[in-house]
């Protein structure tokens, strides 16, 4: 893996001197298509070995074009860099409602509200977004396991239904409490 993600970096860094990379999209999706689910140590490993060997070219350089083109080395790792947090934050999300998925339908029936309550409670640090709350009912929906349980289908249906009807429900209500939480004509508790 080791040598495969310092490839996977180097050819980033290649390209981009090449001036072939016109976006950080096109270095996103190349993270993508590279990384395997679960490495993101390794791979951080392999980019601070090549952050720290580009730090030293640009301070040691003798001449201005070697310091140059460690300079723009450098600027393509930072670029990697960034879309590299981008890429661990969605899959941080993918990941916490596949965790939250398999909760709650591991769980015994009279603990699976209890879990749902866990995963979209405000205060936890991990807590669902409306969107990953989306993402949530349609896997719960869709997951495998229902076909084999008609009873738990029913259970889980319903859940995934609260969900989408909760979120359509606070949509509604979010403009009407905003609203009437800044509204400077009205006194408080009116």
């Given at each position: 893996?080791?040598?495969?993600?310092?490839?996977?970096?180097?050819?980033?860094?290649?390209?981009?001197?090449?001036?072939?990379?016109?976006?950080?999209?096109?270095?996103?999706?190349?993270?993508?298509?590279?990384?395997?689910?679960?490495?993101?140590?390794?791979?951080?490993?392999?980019?601070?070995?090549?952050?720290?060997?580009?730090?030293?070219?640009?301070?040691?350089?003798?001449?201005?074009?070697?310091?140059?083109?460690?300079?723009?080395?450098?600027?393509?790792?930072?670029?990697?860099?960034?879309?590299?947090?981008?890429?661990?934050?969605?899959?941080?999300?993918?990941?916490?409602?596949?965790?939250?998925?398999?909760?709650?339908?591991?769980?015994?029936?009279?603990?699976?509200?209890?879990?749902?309550?866990?995963?979209?409670?405000?205060?936890?640090?991990t807590?669902?977004?409306?969107?990953?709350?989306?993402?949530?009912?349609?896997?719960?929906?869709?997951?495998?396991?229902?076909?084999?349980?008609?009873g738990?289908?029913?259970?889980?249906?319903?859940?995934?239904?609260?969900?989408?009807?909760?979120?359509v429900?606070?949509?509604?209500?979010?403009?009407?409490?905003?609203?009437?939480?800044?509204?400077?004509?009205?006194?408080?508790?009116?």
């Open positions: 893996m080791r040598d495969r993600y310092l490839a996977l970096i180097d050819q980033i860094i290649e390209i981009t001197l090449k001036g072939q990379i016109r976006s950080r999209e096109q270095v996103y999706q190349l993270l993508v298509q590279g990384l395997e689910p679960g490495t993101g140590e390794m791979f951080e490993r392999c980019f601070l070995e090549r952050f720290d060997a580009a730090q030293a070219q640009v301070s040691n350089a003798a001449d201005e074009l070697k310091k140059a083109k460690a300079e723009r080395v450098l600027r393509a790792l930072k670029t990697v860099e960034g879309e590299w947090e981008r890429y661990q934050k969605a899959h941080q999300a993918t990941a916490a409602i596949g965790a939250t998925t398999q909760a709650v339908l591991l769980a015994e029936s009279s603990q699976r509200f209890l879990v749902l309550l866990r995963a979209i409670d405000a205060n936890q640090s807590s669902l977004t409306p969107e990953q709350l989306k993402q949530l009912a349609k896997e719960l929906e869709q997951a495998p396991t229902l076909a084999f349980n008609p738990l289908r029913q259970e889980i249906y319903q859940v995934a239904t609260g969900i989408k009807n909760g979120l429900s606070w949509q509604q209500l979010e403009a009407h409490l905003v609203g009437w939480m800044y509204d400077q004509n009205r006194p408080l508790g009116v």
